[in-house]
């Protein structure tokens, strides 16, 4: 996708062909993958979306350290309110980023102890809606957990247990002013359904957790399915599943390789996760 639109340098601000990028990207009219700008002989600029932007954006992004690329393009988070509830005006806010194993039992307890008896507000993060045991993960994989049925559905525990949660990733944090912020969410389709916000916080816990390592086995970012989120297991199982039926409707003999599958590491999940997908090749 392609457009020309014309800027004029305003005085003490600098060069207007910036500007016009950066507000072409922020507005959304044009994703970051599509912008440059070419400079008239009357002294104003067209402008054609392509690489340059994204270098555009990034140059602005150290000078204003509230712009923050999200997977919706570029947010000025200076611009955005804080999100925050009458009722925590007089209370103090303790904020718990990653609903993994330890930041879900920490918000069920201070949420039980103190949000029951509303001494304080507990809020929960976490960019999904529901919670999987990390060690569970390579029972998805393999199919043999359903992950409607085995999880955690976050708002209905959070009603349970006196906390609020909120779904989203937190893409930046604002030290100074005790602030967390948070990257649109979007939908299966890719369309965005809640926009970016500001969270405050008084006490702010990090339970992110941890991700996979590949210790450089070459290939590995480039090809393998990393098991770190219940969304990973599903879509490694979904495509494991595909390779079966695939091979199980052709008439011809599998080819070399057809069906087989390597996996990366034998720790907990690769040594569990083994023979459940030999099972699932063998029946097939």
Request: glycine share 10%.
């Amino acid at each position: 996708m392609q457009a020309n639109r014309r800027s004029r340098a305003r005085e003490g601000v600098g060069d207007g062909r910036i500007d016009m990028a950066l507000e072409c990207v922020l507005c959304g009219a044009w994703p970051t993958s599509h912008a440059t700008t070419h400079a008239d002989d009357d002294g104003g600029s067209t402008i054609t979306m392509n690489d340059t932007a994204r270098v555009v954006c990034h140059t602005a992004a150290d000078a204003n350290p509230l712009l923050k690329e999200t997977s919706m393009g570029w947010v000025d988070y200076s611009v955005i309110p804080e999100s925050r509830s009458a009722h925590e005006a007089s209370m103090h806010r303790e904020l718990i980023v990653g609903g993994g194993a330890g930041g879900l039992e920490l918000a069920t307890r201070l949420g039980d102890r103190l949000g029951k008896q509303g001494k304080a507000s507990i809020a929960l993060l976490d960019k999904a809606r529901v919670h999987v045991w990390k060690p569970h993960l390579h029972e998805i994989a393999s199919g043999t957990l359903d992950i409607d049925v085995d999880s955690v559905e976050y708002l209905a525990h959070a009603r349970a247990h006196h906390y609020r949660f909120r779904i989203g990733a937190m893409c930046g944090l604002n030290r100074e002013k005790r602030q967390v912020y948070v990257e649109p969410t979007l939908d299966e389709d890719g369309r965005q359904f809640i926009p970016p916000r500001v969270l405050g916080y008084d006490t702010l816990i990090l339970a992110v957790g941890s991700v996979g390592n590949d210790f450089s086995t070459p290939g590995v970012k480039e090809h393998a399915i990393a098991i770190d989120s219940a969304g990973e297991a599903a879509r490694f199982n979904r495509r494991l599943i595909s390779a079966c039926v695939r091979a199980n409707a052709q008439y011809e003999p599998l080819h070399p390789g057809q069906l087989h599958c390597v996996i990366v590491g034998a720790g907990a999940t690769g040594v569990e996760l083994l023979p459940r997908q030999h099972s699932i090749r063998w029946r097939t």
